[in-house]
């Protein structure tokens, strides 16, 4: 009985969604790059100043009257953080969203039917074109920032993220490494609206939308400032080494290493070729006697640490370890891939003899370590949102084999790491003939604006006095006779105290030139 009555429910509720969906538009969203068939079922990607030209069609099942057509391209941030709370059965999830993006697609008047009504069983299309910007609006920022690097740092385009229908290779989907409680998404967004007789108040005919992948071009920042006992950062580590369990100390280890280069992410549709960069590792060896020789050196392992940050409330700064976890509209996840590990036990030593900076005779190694990502995962560039941020970090870990004890000594460095996006070289700014006229006539203007090259104002000039030290008596006289005075200055009787007074001379004219 009660079988029954679920069913009989299930199957009114599926006619009535049918009834009101039956009259709906069918809108179809193609990209002209779709009819390729390159790419297959997966989400072609994008990146700055590409073109996305494509086609919204239109059929309705029966006439259908509107007002408007709206077309754009929109990106949005979707997060989500969860804390503990003492009781179990309480949510403490707090959400965020935000459209950072919304271009507009102008729709010519002539492609509209007149009056605004779709007839059944008639398809009508229109065209649309979209260029991925460099960059956002002011306005996708209006919140507070700590510095102008912070703001500057949000304007900027961020790549998609989190979606695991959207991360690939061309070939198969790949892992981003992102949480679901952070996404970026970008989509081709169609909306029909009419305005209803009663209020004039907007409903919505029929929507569709299409997700596009987008990875920005970014440009490498300056290596960050790493001081001594950074919480995150560590560039340089000092280690002793013993010669066994009872016999002392055999000498002191240092490893040290700068931030390497950053990695290069070609860009889209371009040939798959590994991306790689060089980390270099210096060693030196302080021995305590100075019959100890360094010692063996085992393995050198690498590994990245995929960091990503969320938070439900705009960021003010960039983000760290330590905010993530006293704020709590803030979320940290944290993924390890490994790299590489390779034994470096031949590495060469060089002994530096005893000199006037090092009063002891010491010994010094330097190892190169190859970087390459893997190609089993997705890799987005560094980039700081207002609501998402990604961040990478290189760790290197080094063995000694060290005789007579248990465990062999390790050091570890954790070095910043920069990954980029490069640019499509062929794809150039689309500047319209109106605005290359207004950039033609602006620096025209420039051009004749008169400029003035007389010699700066009194309140600029500085008169150094210049004294010269009497080395037999030890006292410091005033020299008698003042300085030249710059050009267009000129002393004259009264001036006080020997300061040059400027004369004056015609506008646009240095005194200089005569």
Same mark, same amino acid.
């Given at each position: 009985?009660?079988?029954?009555?679920?069913?009989?429910? +299930?199957?009114?509720?599926?006619?009535?969604?049918?009834?009101?969906?039956?009259?709906? *538009?069918?809108?179809?969203?193609?990209?002209?790059?779709?009819?390729?068939?390159?790419?297959?079922?997966?989400?072609?990607?994008?990146?700055?100043?590409?073109?996305?030209?494509?086609?919204?069609?239109?059929?309705?099942?029966?006439?259908?009257?509107?007002? +408007?057509?709206?077309?754009?391209?929109?990106?949005?941030?979707?997060?989500?953080?969860?804390?503990?709370?003492?009781?179990?059965?309480?949510?403490?999830?707090?959400?965020?969203?935000?459209?950072?993006?919304?271009? +507009?697609?102008?729709?010519?008047?002539?492609?509209?039917?007149?009056?605004?009504?779709?007839?059944?069983?008639?398809?009508?299309?229109?065209?649309?074109?979209?260029?991925?910007?460099?960059?956002?609006?002011?306005?996708?920022?209006?919140?507070?920032?700590?510095?102008?690097?912070?703001?500057?740092?949000?304007?900027?385009?961020?790549?998609?993220?989190?979606?695991?229908?959207?991360?690939?290779?061309?070939?198969?989907?790949?892992?981003?490494?992102?949480?679901?409680?952070?996404?970026?998404?970008?989509?081709?967004?169609?909306?029909?609206?009419? +305005?209803?007789?009663?209020?004039?108040?907007?409903?919505?005919?029929?929507?569709?939308?299409?997700?596009?992948?987008?990875?920005?071009?970014?440009?490498?920042?300056?290596?960050?400032?790493?001081?001594?006992?950074?919480?995150?950062?560590?560039?340089?580590?000092?280690?002793?080494?013993?010669?066994?369990?009872?016999?002392?100390?055999?000498?002191?280890?240092?490893?040290?290493?700068?931030?390497?280069?950053?990695?290069?992410?070609?860009?889209?549709?371009?040939?798959?070729?590994?991306?790689?960069?060089?980390?270099?590792?210096?060693?030196?060896?302080?021995?305590?006697?100075?019959?100890?020789?360094?010692?063996?050196?085992?393995?050198?392992?690498?590994?990245?640490?995929?960091?990503?940050?969320?938070?439900?409330?705009?960021?003010?700064?960039?983000?760290?370890?330590?905010?993530?976890?006293?704020?709590?509209?803030?979320?940290?996840?944290?993924?390890?891939?490994?790299?590489?590990?390779?034994?470096?036990?031949?590495?060469?030593?060089?002994?530096?003899?005893?000199?006037?900076?090092?009063?002891?005779?010491?010994?010094?190694?330097?190892?190169?370590?190859?970087?390459?990502?893997?190609?089993?995962?997705?890799?987005?560039?560094?980039?700081?949102?207002?609501?998402?941020?990604?961040?990478?970090?290189?760790?290197?870990?080094?063995?000694?084999?060290?005789?007579?004890?248990?465990?062999?000594?390790?050091?570890?460095?954790?070095?910043?790491?920069?990954?980029?996006?490069?640019?499509?070289?062929?794809?150039?700014?689309?500047?319209?003939?109106?605005?290359?006229?207004?950039?033609?006539?602006?620096?025209?203007?420039?051009?004749?604006?008169?400029?003035?090259?007389?010699?700066?104002?009194?309140?600029?000039?500085?008169?150094?006095?210049?004294?010269?030290?009497?080395?037999?008596?030890?006292?410091?006289?005033?020299?008698?006779?003042?300085?030249? *005075?710059?050009?267009?200055?000129?002393?004259?009787?009264?001036?006080?105290?020997?300061?040059?007074?400027?004369?004056?001379?015609?506008?646009?004219?240095?005194?200089?030139?005569?």
């Amino acid at each position: 009985m009660y079988t029954e009555s679920v069913s009989s429910r +299930n199957s009114v509720a599926s006619q009535i969604l049918a009834a009101t969906q039956s009259g709906k *538009p069918n809108i179809k969203i193609s990209l002209n790059d779709d009819l390729q068939g390159t790419y297959g079922a997966y989400v072609k990607s994008y990146t700055t100043l590409d073109r996305l030209d494509g086609e919204v069609s239109v059929t309705v099942p029966q006439d259908t009257r509107f007002d +408007n057509v709206e077309i754009t391209f929109e990106g949005f941030a979707k997060t989500y953080v969860e804390r503990l709370t003492p009781a179990a059965t309480v949510s403490a999830r707090t959400e965020a969203f935000q459209i950072f993006l919304k271009l +507009n697609q102008p729709i010519d008047e002539p492609t509209l039917p007149q009056p605004r009504v779709l007839e059944a069983g008639r398809t009508y299309k229109f065209p649309f074109t979209f260029v991925v910007p460099e960059q956002l609006l002011p306005r996708a920022c209006v919140h507070s920032c700590e510095s102008n690097q912070v703001h500057d740092a949000h304007l900027r385009l961020p790549p998609s993220l989190g979606d695991p229908n959207l991360a690939s290779s061309g070939n198969c989907l790949l892992d981003d490494l992102a949480p679901a409680m952070s996404k970026i998404s970008y989509a081709v967004k169609v909306r029909i609206t009419r +305005n209803r007789n009663s209020d004039s108040k907007q409903i919505t005919v029929g929507d569709k939308s299409k997700k596009v992948r987008i990875i920005p071009s970014t440009e490498e920042q300056p290596p960050l400032n790493i001081y001594e006992g950074d919480e995150q950062y560590v560039l340089r580590m000092e280690k002793d080494i013993k010669k066994g369990i009872f016999k002392g100390k055999l000498g002191r280890l240092t490893m040290s290493a700068s931030q390497p280069k950053s990695l290069l992410l070609p860009p889209p549709q371009a040939a798959v070729c590994a991306t790689t960069t060089m980390a270099t590792v210096n060693l030196r060896f302080d021995p305590s006697e100075l019959s100890s020789q360094p010692p063996r050196l085992g393995t050198l392992s690498s590994k990245m640490k995929v960091a990503t940050y969320f938070s439900s409330k705009p960021m003010k700064d960039f983000p760290t370890k330590s905010s993530a976890i006293s704020d709590y509209n803030r979320g940290l996840y944290v993924d390890s891939v490994p790299l590489s590990s390779r034994c470096i036990e031949s590495a060469q030593w060089e002994k530096h003899e005893p000199n006037r900076s090092a009063g002891k005779a010491f010994y010094t190694a330097k190892v190169l370590v190859p970087i390459t990502l893997p190609k089993n995962k997705s890799f987005t560039p560094t980039f700081h949102s207002c609501l998402v941020a990604r961040i990478y970090q290189l760790d290197l870990t080094l063995s000694v084999q060290a005789s007579g004890v248990m465990t062999d000594p390790t050091l570890q460095l954790k070095l910043p790491l920069q990954i980029l996006a490069a640019r499509n070289l062929s794809a150039t700014p689309i500047i319209s003939a109106s605005e290359q006229e207004a950039i033609a006539a602006r620096e025209a203007e420039h051009y004749f604006e008169p400029r003035s090259i007389a010699p700066p104002s009194p309140e600029y000039v500085e008169i150094a006095d210049v004294r010269e030290e009497q080395a037999s008596i030890g006292q410091v006289q005033s020299s008698t006779a003042p300085s030249a *005075p710059p050009p267009g200055y000129s002393f004259f009787t009264g001036a006080s105290n020997g300061v040059p007074v400027r004369i004056p001379s015609p506008l646009g004219v240095s005194p200089v030139c005569g």
